[in-house]
């Protein structure tokens, strides 16, 4: 558990209390429990795995394969796999590239969209009872400052 006091050494956290805070949050949102949870309030046995895909999808569609690999950060085996199994469920489908008749494209089908529907608002659920017991303030607060550190660490990964 990640403290919400202080740091004795200091009044203002440090870099290393915000890096701990982030990761410690990070592997709760994306612990295998927590999909679990999704899966089971939901009834899809969505992974953790998949959803990143069937999410690149929703957000990239129409889309090739090669470039969901590139914006997941998996290989195109990884990628080719994930992809079967979501048109197995009839989540994803293939569509022709229009700029190569010899390419296709993925795009989410409606029960791909309804899936999607369904797992975010479990996600907003399971963040909604996190904050229970917030104040507006703070509520306020924490989305733009998240918003700002997650846009000004994308632009520090870019310039690397």
Wanted: hydrophobic share 45%; no cysteine.
């Amino acid at each position: 558990m990640v403290s919400t006091e202080p740091p004795a050494s200091a009044i203002a956290p440090s870099d290393a209390d915000i890096e701990d805070a982030l990761v410690f949050l990070v592997r709760q949102i994306a612990s295998a429990r927590t999909w679990r949870r999704i899966a089971t309030v939901t009834g899809i046995p969505l992974d953790r795995a998949r959803y990143i895909v069937l999410r690149a999808v929703a957000e990239h569609a129409p889309a090739r394969t090669t470039d969901l690999a590139e914006q997941v950060g998996v290989d195109q085996s990884t990628m080719s796999r994930h992809v079967a199994q979501l048109e197995r469920a009839g989540y994803v489908q293939r569509v022709p590239d229009a700029d190569d008749r010899r390419a296709s494209s993925l795009s989410l089908t409606p029960a791909g969209r309804r899936v999607m529907e369904r797992v975010v608002d479990a996600r907003h659920d399971l963040i909604e009872a996190a904050l229970t017991g917030w104040s507006d303030d703070d509520r306020a607060q924490v989305a733009p400052l998240l918003a700002r550190l997650a846009n000004d660490f994308h632009r520090t990964e870019e310039r690397a």
